[in-house]
């Protein structure tokens, strides 16, 4: 049997399960439950899975606690080395994740801790594979030949140090006579555009654009791209990390928070909108995963999976709805509007306006369900909260900016000064010189947006019933503040996500399970700070502030803008502008800077560095950044730092050889969401396996940002960099002087012992970075071998992190109404942005609905990651490919049917983007929704080692000698198996055909490609 066809007839059982009602089960069935359940909850128990590795000590053996970067999830490692050679990676049993939130003490001695297994999922099996991976650069390359030939060769390091910092006609000898822009011509305050000084200075023409990256080389690019160079462009990956559901959490929370997420715990309902669990989440699907795995066959917690495809958690779910793609806002707003019709809100915590008048109902946080917004038209303060002021203007202070509430006989206080207000109400107030002023609570302009449509109308989006929508209501709404959604990637990332992220966001608002144990949680934050301490890594002298405006608009009004300002005096609105601008967005927006960049808005770029970023490959649609890339006019110098060739960095100018994860990648890893509060660290295992520079430094990101530094004499690296409190300077000539530094500062902050001599000796023997310690006390040294030891800093537990039933560290109010996002205007229009959750379909930034757009595309197409592979490292993953070797297009058996397409056969998938389109393998399966195709991302690869390559000295150039040939690279076909789902990405003609993006917070869209199938012939 297949993993598919285990699923299906799990997801069959599912569908049985449904038709019965629990007094029916009979006592043989339940005791039988109990017995598997019991089995199921003694295999997940990670105490027994996954071996203790072998004893430090075993000759030629090393071990090193230290953190994984198998994916974004932050897990503890604890890796083997042997003979210099990363051999195993088991758990950290003192690291919550890998002990499913149930560690080990923390002080336990290290001796015993190497006795305890914990787990990792299979991803990160494959790290001495990503390591070793023969494609890796171990010399740094110089294009030779035009961008894009895959024409590269060998360059001495500081060679390409003097270049880069210079500039010139570097690309003569391939006959480019253009002198390229160096990053010394841009260390400069002039405006780079003397029209519009609020754009910034020339410095802003440098552009850093980092792939996964995390808090540590974050810290330490920002301390180069911001710091020392002063530009703003320091660009994160966010948009396609999954910022959809993020800007649902960043609505609901006024801008404080974004990773929240349902308590694994001890939730009793999760109901799950485009989460992944079992596959791919953060936490990891070892640790998220497995908790509601033991806890849902322990029968402690129940849950029902909203998505196109069904998912690996289906298998245990209630229920698996599977709602059409991009519509989680629909399914969410018929959810609002039953349980406001049925009286199934949470009213008194609801009514509470305030933190005192929520506690005394049991609540850490409060909402402003009941404070007034004004909707008077014409009023100044015209969508925003009515303030005290408002009513009365001699008032002054936080008096005159309180919020107001209705009392009753809608008579108006300020917010903190009652118990309960009205909650479901309108009313018109008197303001100054007896004029009327008319307002709404916020609840009763959330009421207004869910009666918009009817249930029928919501479930007709959804592509659901509207049955199937009231009894995930009812479930929902049937155990107090112990249920709350946990919403991913798939809710929300998409055209319009931001309204449909809130809605899925505000359900938990309504049950009052926001920051409540078993509700919707938040992370507790860290356990210390490392940036700052003894050693001072965030300030240093003659640090500079980046000014301006990114290329991404983030965090930037356009209604600020000289373009806005001059359009408004040739007499016109000033819309529309030339692309959207994102006051209101997390940001992150790496698509919309190379979509900045491609048309050069609002400025030009002169200097691009990508850092692990593959955007051609990992972007709907970036197939067309390939040609933004390949044009020296609107990308004058592309450099790129990676461990390999990719289908980006093909089109660079210079590729610097980067370090894995075991090399290095210090890293302060804080948890997502829900609750636990620890700073796990990452430290090398190996040392790096890339070349060295003259004087002994392997080369790498830091080395590299150093050596820039030092020749472009840019503050902030070298002699006197780094500050301590005694007042002394400290040089920052290594990455070790940056990170080991942060290492002691958090041991110091944490309040952590110092070590045993024989934990200082085990760190000593095992860890790499202990050939640094001079630079430490003698007690900084000890206290940070105590940390070293256990890979972190966890001196938190679950059940430290709440009072009761609230979460100490939880989020404080919880927003019904956003009046920031209700002030910003559409970019085209000048329209304002609703300010409440509500239902918009997604559509292009023409306004046009896709799904009627793309009528003529049939299918729906859905994206997915798999539990074994990784988006940058699949190829060289051998064990995860040998166990999945290649993706499908997975299609429902009716739909197979009805076009006569068998098992196995290949088609064709054509996307109004894409003509050419992309030919895959079918599946024929139940596990999708009928008229909706799911391909996995993954594959589809054409570098990576999957293609051959014209590279001089390939030899000395790569790290596996059996990879180079007289020719150059040798590549293996097999490296690109399956398609690439984001090659038919859907673009959006009304802004340049460049990939589609939300408009309100420039979120790119996987969901909304449509896709016709044409049948190949066998
Ligand atoms: S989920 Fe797996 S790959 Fe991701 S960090 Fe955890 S162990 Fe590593």
Not at 184 to 191: I, K, Q, T
Not at 244 to 249: A, D, Y
Not at 580 to 597: A, D, N, Q, R, Y
Not at 736 to 742: F, P, S
Request: hydrophobic fraction near 35%; glycine fraction near 10%; include cysteine.
């Amino acid at each position: 049997m297949n993993i598919f066809s285990a699923l299906e007839s799990s997801v069959l059982k599912l569908s049985r399960r449904n038709f019965l009602t629990y007094a029916s089960v009979s006592t043989a069935t339940l005791l039988a439950a109990r017995s598997q359940a019991e089995a199921a909850r003694q295999w997940l128990d990670p105490r027994r899975v996954q071996a203790t590795p072998a004893s430090p000590g075993d000759r030629g053996t090393r071990t090193v606690y230290s953190a994984c970067l198998g994916c974004n999830a932050r897990c503890g490692t604890r890796m083997t080395v042997q003979d210099g050679k990363l051999a195993t990676i088991a758990g950290n049993p003192y690291h919550p994740y890998n002990m499913r939130f149930d560690p080990l003490e923390y002080h336990t001695p290290v001796r015993e801790s190497l006795q305890t297994p914990a787990s990792v999922c299979g991803k990160a099996h494959d790290a001495p594979n990503y390591v070793n991976n023969p494609y890796r650069l171990v010399r740094p390359l110089k294009r030779s030949g035009p961008r894009g030939s895959g024409q590269f060769e060998p360059i001495e390091w500081d060679r390409m140090i003097e270049e880069i910092v210079q500039g010139g006609k570097l690309f003569a000898h391939v006959g480019e006579e253009r002198r390229v822009p160096g990053l010394a011509e841009l260390n400069s305050d002039r405006p780079i555009d003397p029209k519009a000084p609020e754009l910034g200075p020339v410095r802003n023409g440098f552009v850093f654009i980092a792939g996964r990256d995390q808090s540590g080389r974050q810290e330490f690019t920002s301390r180069f791209v911001k710091e020392a160079m002063g530009s703003v462009n320091r660009v994160g990956h966010t948009d396609i990390c999954g910022l959809g559901f993020r800007m649902g959490n960043f609505a609901l929370t006024e801008k404080k928070e974004v990773e929240l997420k349902a308590d694994p715990l001890s939730a009793e309902y999760l109901l799950l909108f485009g989460a992944n669990i079992y596959e791919a989440t953060q936490p990891g699907i070892n640790t998220y995963g497995a908790l509601v795995a033991s806890r849902s066959a322990a029968g402690k917690t129940r849950f029902t999976v909203i998505d196109p495809r069904a998912t690996n958690a289906s298998a245990h779910a209630e229920d698996w709805i599977a709602i059409k793609p991009g519509q989680d806002g629909a399914f969410a707003m018929g959810m609002v509007r039953w349980m406001m019709e049925n009286d199934r809100c949470h009213t008194a915590y609801l009514s509470a306006p305030n933190p005192k008048a929520a506690a005394k109902v049991g609540h850490g946080s409060y909402s402003n369900a009941t404070h007034l917004v004004v909707v008077e038209p014409g009023h100044r303060q015209e969508h925003r909260f009515l303030r005290m002021s408002d009513l009365n203007p001699a008032l002054t202070g936080e008096q005159a900016s309180a919020y107001v509430v209705l009392g009753a006989e809608d008579k108006p206080f300020p917010f903190d000064a009652v118990e309960s207000a009205q909650l479901d109400r309108e009313a018109t107030l008197v303001g100054p010189n007896g004029s009327t002023i008319r307002v709404k609570t916020s609840f009763r302009l959330l009421a207004e947006s869910a009666r918009r449509f009817t249930l029928e109308q919501y479930a007709a989006s959804a592509g659901v019933t509207p049955e199937q929508i009231v009894r995930v209501a009812r479930e929902f709404t049937s155990h107090g503040t112990r249920a709350a959604v946990c919403q991913y990637h798939g809710a929300g990332n998409y055209a319009s996500g931001v309204h449909a992220a809130y809605s899925v966001a505000v359900l938990n608002a309504l049950i009052g399970s926001v920051d409540r144990k078993g509700g919707y949680l938040k992370g507790s934050g860290a356990a210390g700070s490392w940036n700052q301490g003894s050693f001072d890594l965030k300030a240093f002298p003659s640090q500079l502030k980046a000014k301006g405006v990114m290329l991404s608009r983030e965090g930037a009004s356009y209604e600020k803008s000289s373009e806005y300002r001059r359009k408004k005096e040739a007499g016109g609105s000033g819309y529309p502008a030339r692309r959207p601008w994102f006051p209101f967005t997390l940001g992150g927006l790496c698509v919309e800077t190379l979509s900045g960049i491609d048309q050069g808005y609002p400025y030009a770029c002169q200097v691009l560095f990508s850092y692990f970023f593959n955007p051609v490959y990992s972007i709907p649609g970036g197939q067309r950044f390939a040609s933004t890339l390949k044009d020296p006019a609107k990308v004058p110098l592309h450099v790129s730092i990676d461990v390999c060739i990719n289908e980006s960095n093909l089109y660079a100018d210079y590729i610097v050889p980067d370090i894995t994860y075991p090399e290095g990648h210090y890293a302060f890893l804080t948890p997502h969401a829900p609750a636990l509060k620890f700073t796990a660290v990452r430290t090398p295992a190996i040392e790096p396996i890339t070349g060295k520079t003259k004087d002994g430094r392997s080369y790498g990101l830091e080395t590299f940002l150093i050596d820039l530094a030092l020749r472009a004499k840019l503050p902030g690296f070298g002699a006197g960099a780094i500050p301590s409190g005694d007042g002394k300077l400290h040089p920052l000539t290594t990455g070790e002087d940056y990170y080991l530094r942060g290492i002691a500062n958090l041991a110091e902050s944490a309040k952590l012992p110092e070590a045993s001599p024989e934990e200082v000796s085990f760190v000593e023997q095992n860890y790499p970075v202990a050939r640094f310690k001079a630079m430490l006390s003698e007690s900084q040294w000890k206290r940070t071998c105590y940390l070293l030891a256990r890979g972190g800093a966890f001196t938190g537990r679950y059940r430290d992190d709440f009072q009761g039933e609230n979460h100490k560290a939880g989020v404080k109010r919880v927003a019904l109404y956003n009046e920031e996002l209700a002030t910003c205007r559409n970019f085209r229009s000048g329209a304002l942005i609703p300010g409440v959750a509500t239902y918009l379909p997604p559509e292009d930034a023409a306004g046009n609905v896709l799904e009627r757009a793309d009528s003529d595309y049939p299918f729906a197409l859905v994206t997915h990651k798999m539990n074994l592979h990784a988006q940058s490292r699949t190829t060289s993953h051998r064990w995860s490919m040998e166990v999945f070797p290649e993706n499908y297009v997975v299609m429902h058996r009716d739909d197979a049917a009805r076009l006569k397409i068998l098992d196995g056969e290949k088609v064709r998938l054509i996307s109004s983007s894409s003509p050419q389109g992309v030919t895959g393998k079918v599946r024929v399966s139940t596990l999708v929704r009928r008229g909706c195709l799911a391909v996995s991302f993954h594959y589809g690869h054409t570098q990576m080692g999957a293609s051959s390559l014209p590279v001089r000295s390939a030899d000395q150039v790569f790290l596996g000698k059996d990879v180079a040939g007289p020719q150059g690279l040798k590549g293996d076909p097999r490296l690109g198996t399956g398609i690439l789902p984001n090659d038919l990405g859907r673009m959006d003609e009304a802004l340049g055909g460049l990939p589609l993006v939300d408009v309100v917070a420039g979120i790119p869209d996987f969901s909304s490609t449509r896709v016709r199938v044409e049948k190949l012939s066998s």
